[in-house]
C-alpha cells in the first residue's frame, strides 16, 4: 500500500495533489510543528492575477512552537472577505468558476477558529472535485500523541496504516534516514514532479499557483493535466 504524507497547506499547489492522487492513503500532517508563516504554505498560497501572481494569506496568532492544528486564525482581520474578493475577481470569467463557486464561497464564508480545520476542508473538497480516490487521513487521529520527529515520526504513521511504500517529495532525498525506512521493511519512492503547462485567464503561464487555478480553468480535465508530467522512481 502506497501512502503520501504532507501538511495540510493553505490551497496547495498541482504537486500536493498529484502525490495524493499516486497513493492509497494520504495523511496530512497536522500534529507537527507549525512552520514560519512567511516562507511556508501552510496559511498563504498564490493565484493569477492579470500582471502575474498575488499572495492569499490567512493571518493567525501563532506561538512559537505550537503544532499546525493548534494554530488559530485571527478573524479581526476580516481576511477571508478580502480572499474570497480577490479569488472572484480573478476567475469569475474562468470556463469553470460558475461550477465550482458554490463550494468554495460556502467554505470562505463560514468562520473558522484553526487553520488547520480550514485547510483540511479545502483539500478534501478539492479531492472531491479532482475525482482523487485516496483515503485521506489526519495524523492527530491516527497516532493522536505523535512524540517521534523526523524521519521517525513518518515510520510510525507508515506503519500505523501497514503501508509498504511511503511516496516521498524529491526534497526527501536530501533529508530521509533512508536505512531506518529499510530497517522497517518500508520502500521510499520520490515524486519528481514536473510542473505542466495550461492555459490560464491571462496571457502568458505563471508556474506553481494554487489548485483553483487549474481547477476553474479546466474543470473536469483537472486531474488529467496535472498528473500529465509526473514521474516517480
Avoid at 58 to 67: D, R, T
Wanted: proline fraction near 3%.
Amino acid at each position: 500500500m502506497i501512502v503520501g504524507i504532507h501538511q495540510p497547506n493553505h490551497l496547495p499547489y498541482l504537486g500536493f495533489f498529484d502525490r495524493m492522487a499516486q497513493s492509497d492513503v494520504f495523511i496530512l500532517y497536522d500534529n507537527t510543528q507549525f512552520a514560519r508563516w512567511d516562507i511556508g504554505f501552510q496559511n498563504r498560497n498564490k493565484i493569477r492575477i492579470k500582471d502575474g501572481w498575488l499572495w492569499l494569506t490567512v493571518p493567525i496568532k501563532h506561538e512559537f512552537g505550537a503544532k499546525i492544528n493548534e494554530a488559530k486564525i485571527d478573524n479581526t482581520k476580516h481576511w477571508a472577505r478580502k480572499n474570497w474578493t480577490s479569488i472572484v475577481a480573478n476567475y469569475s470569467k474562468t470556463r469553470y468558476f460558475k461550477e465550482y463557486k458554490d463550494d468554495f464561497e460556502k467554505i470562505f464564508s463560514k468562520e473558522w477558529d484553526y487553520l488547520a480545520d480550514l485547510n483540511i476542508a479545502i483539500i478534501r473538497k478539492a479531492a472531491e472535485l479532482f475525482g482523487i480516490k485516496a483515503k485521506i487521513m489526519l495524523s492527530s487521529e491516527i497516532i493522536p500523541k505523535l512524540n517521534a520527529k523526523a524521519t521517525d515520526a513518518l515510520i510510525e504513521l507508515c506503519k500505523a496504516v501497514d503501508a509498504d511504500i511511503y511516496l516521498s517529495g524529491r526534497d526527501g532525498k536530501e533529508y530521509l534516514e533512508h536505512d531506518k525506512f529499510k530497517d522497517a521493511g518500508i520502500k521510499i519512492t520520490y515524486q519528481e514532479y514536473v510542473h505542466p503547462k495550461y492555459e490560464q485567464a491571462y496571457p502568458g503561464f505563471e508556474l506553481y499557483m494554487c489548485f483553483l487555478d487549474l481547477l476553474f480553468n479546466h474543470g473536469p480535465d483537472s486531474l488529467k493535466i496535472l498528473k500529465n508530467n509526473a514521474s516517480y522512481d
